[in-house]
């Protein structure tokens, strides 16, 4: 058997960015949403109880990929197919009953964990689905499940920056285990509404944001600190965070890209006094993706699992940093005050590492795949499409502090437009529709991808796929809207705000799952 690269050889061609080519795409994706989600459902049994993972690779992320369908599904609608009932699908696969799990301080957010947290977000979320995802529904919480979010509240701002598990001592901050992934969770939570009642008693964990903020901040400062008493200042940053004890890590599973990430979803207010920190911990990120020439290393000190060369994948890699900036770019204080020429620097070069070494033989998933890979640049084409203003206010903010009369590396800021990343995720969210399973095809290709572990689960298999191609038809409706306003005469500075078709689309966009990038809109 010949052993798979660990990435091929990108022969792919850049789609022209017009309305025929993108609403043709649409039509594709459409498509590809409606037969995947059929796929997921046909192999994935119906759960009798909660079991033993999170959201990452067990049923509650499948549960959570078909009510992500179904909010969605006023922009994925073809006329060509029969729709689904993906919101039926999701509610199969939620179980009523609470979890016989545990609450343990090592194992706080849902998405990676056998954690009590997974249950209670899937029937808060449900519980909104029934509800038609209106903004007036008023949800009821259970006394219990109140108090296990206040449980889970407390455990994590009496954590050290490690915690022990399976006699390890491992960081507590990650999206994947961590106190991160708890915020996204409660600032999920934060963004529906309850009855009376619920309300009340989850007023308390709710106003523990803020301190939880402070506590996930303050374990990075401190992370870098150890950091710089190990190892010396040089390659240190002003937030790290402990993956393992003694290694520091980047990516957006594991570490700084996904914590950060997170954190600027939380309201303005809860962050004002820790932008500059932020700021400067994405700059410094910004400068060592450059130094590896657009690559971002697993860890500081410098850590590998034998590969070839540096993985570029969300858990580890640049994406979860490209992730961040699609985020960084949309805080606009953030970006006035801190942006600076490493900011484009890292998006171009991490864009070509992406584009030349992003098909993963392992496939088409989110955590380690070509869908994953794409999704930032979704991100960034909105980021650069519709607040190019902001982005051009903070290049001139940032010459006016450096008393310069232009921008180093012009050319770098001048080619980073919305079509640049749109054309590049569309290529390869198409691509993704030749993965398995999704492909069973038997005929032979020149990029043989291996059948995920997980195959149909949310992070590993085909349900993320589903998830990103029914995100970039959301993405390519706002922009075949704008386009059609442009043509109209509206101006698009002052007409997109007002246009609700626009609007609506925009709202659809949910962000990648548990990490967001377009603030906490409720869905995990």
Known sequence: MVERPQYFENTLT???INAATLSESLQELRTAVHNGAQLVKENSPLPEAWGP???FRAFPGIALAFLRLDYQSSVLKDARLAWPDYRQFALQRIPSSPPDAELLASRLSP?????PITAIM??????????NWQDNCHINVTKDNITCLRDAVQLALKNEPLVVHDGRRMGGDEVLFGRAGLLWALSSIRSHRFDQESQRALSPVLESIPELIRVIIDAGKQGSREYIEKNGVEGSHPLMYAWMEGYYCFGAVHGATGILTILLSCEPEELAEYIPVIGETISALCQLSATNDGHLPMTAPSFSFGQRSELVQLCHGIPGLLILLGAAFKHRGLTHNHWNPSWDQAIYL???RIWEEGLLSKGGSLCHGVSGNAWAWLLLHDAFEYNSDSINDAREAYLQRSQLSALPNMQISQSLKGDFFLSRALAFMLHARET????ASSMPSDKDYRMPDEPYTLFEGLAGNVCAWAETCTVLQAR????ELVEQGVCARNGLPRDSIFQHALSRQIGFPALGGNGAMGIY
């Open 350 to 352: 991490g864009s070509g």
């Open 122 to 131: 899937m029937q808060i979320l449900a519980n909104a689905a029934q509800n």
């Open 111 to 115: 998405l990676g964990s056998s954690c």
């Open 480 to 483: 075949l809207r704008k386009m």
């Open 436 to 439: 398995k399973p999704y492909n």
């Open 53 to 55: 993972s999170g959201l």
């Open 14 to 16: 850049l789609p022209s």
